[in-house]
């Protein structure tokens, strides 16, 4: 076998393997909501009020989103109307069209800002118990074995045990954290970090912050000033500000990121326990009703269960039967 069709059987392997980790990881949000919507096509006989209101609850019960289901709603309407569509069966296309588009009409790069050369700071922020601390660990594991450099920052100084569970990730994943005492200035463990950062050759500093409580102002005037202390030790940085969202918290991650995005120069969303959740709409929502891309998502609880977010796959794993269907 030639090396180049060897080449081409492992991407293939690989985009298989990320194709399969998305259905899995998207089979509760499929039960709750496209299985649904598949048994309402198949049972209503017509399309009436009480089809529209069923086709809202479900699509508003897996976190879609109120204005989007909304609009979304109206859009059908006007379709049976011009179309003068009068089975449900007839709808099912433009259905799974419109919810496909819900997803690739506000596609944004969602590839991560690196630096041309030098070192790349990413920070992380969020609430407590979204699995903030543990993204990093798989983040810093994915460049690991991407062959960078990678160096983590423990400035959540606030929460107990937050740079202790940050070490555990360090040594499995193995890479050294620069940390301070508890209860130390966050801004100044970043300086120390980025020092540590530009001393070693570092390809990459993951830098954690204390779980934010979104209506404490003086914990998002420290946010602010470790973004300041930051951008002054290496002006382009920080290169992306993730925001880490719990995905079974449906519309509550949306309002999280209303909230933050406001204030912190947001510029990506990872969503973790995508796989532990039937509020898969939520990432719709969050496209529709947030300019701010979602980069990666977490499918599972093993350290390769970070992927990169791909609306494709997305879409795939999710509205594979309504698109199969349209196909027949």
């Not at 118990?129 to 993204?135: N, R």
């Not at 005492?181 to 530009?198: E, I």
Request: proline share 2%; aromatic share 6%; net charge negative.
């Amino acid at each position: 076998m030639s090396f180049f069709k060897k080449l081409k059987e492992s991407i293939s392997q690989k985009t298989e393997a990320v194709t399969n980790k998305f259905k899995d990881g998207l089979s509760k949000t499929r039960t709750a909501f496209v299985e649904r919507v598949e048994d309402l096509i198949l049972r209503r006989k017509k399309i009436d009020e009480e089809f529209y209101e069923e086709l809202e609850e479900i699509l508003i019960g897996a976190d879609v989103g109120v204005n989007t289901v909304m609009k979304l709603i109206e859009e059908l309407r006007v379709e049976v109307r011009k179309q003068k569509i009068e089975e449900p069966a007839g709808l099912q296309p433009i259905l799974s069209e419109k919810l496909i588009g819900l997803l690739e009409s506000s596609e944004t790069d969602i590839s991560l800002r690196m630096a041309d050369n030098g070192l790349t700071v990413i920070l992380f922020i969020g609430v407590n118990g979204v699995g903030k601390t543990t993204t990093i660990g798989k983040m810093a594991h994915r460049f690991k074995q991407q062959g960078k450099k990678v160096l983590l920052a423990a400035g959540d100084t606030f929460r107990a045990g937050a740079i202790e569970q940050l070490e555990v990730w360090g040594q499995r994943v193995g890479v050294d954290v620069i940390k301070q005492q508890a209860g130390s200035d966050p801004a100044a463990v970043m300086f120390d970090a980025l020092s540590a950062a530009k001393t070693r050759n570092v390809d990459i500093l993951l830098c954690d912050t204390a779980g934010r409580l979104q209506n404490k102002s003086n914990l998002m005037e420290e946010l602010n000033k470790i973004y300041r202390v930051i951008r002054r030790e290496v002006p382009d940085a920080p290169h992306e500000v993730l925001l880490v969202l719990d995905a079974t918290t449906g519309q509550n991650a949306l309002s999280q990121a209303k909230l933050f995005g406001d204030k912190t120069g947001l510029t990506g969303i990872v969503l973790t326990k995508l796989d532990g959740t039937a509020k898969g709409g939520i990432v719709i929502a969050i496209r529709q009703e947030l300019d701010i891309p979602v980069k990666f998502v977490g499918l599972g609880e093993k350290m390769d269960d970070l992927e990169e977010f791909d609306s494709e796959q997305f879409v795939h794993a999710l509205f594979g039967g309504l698109i199969a269907s349209e196909k027949e």
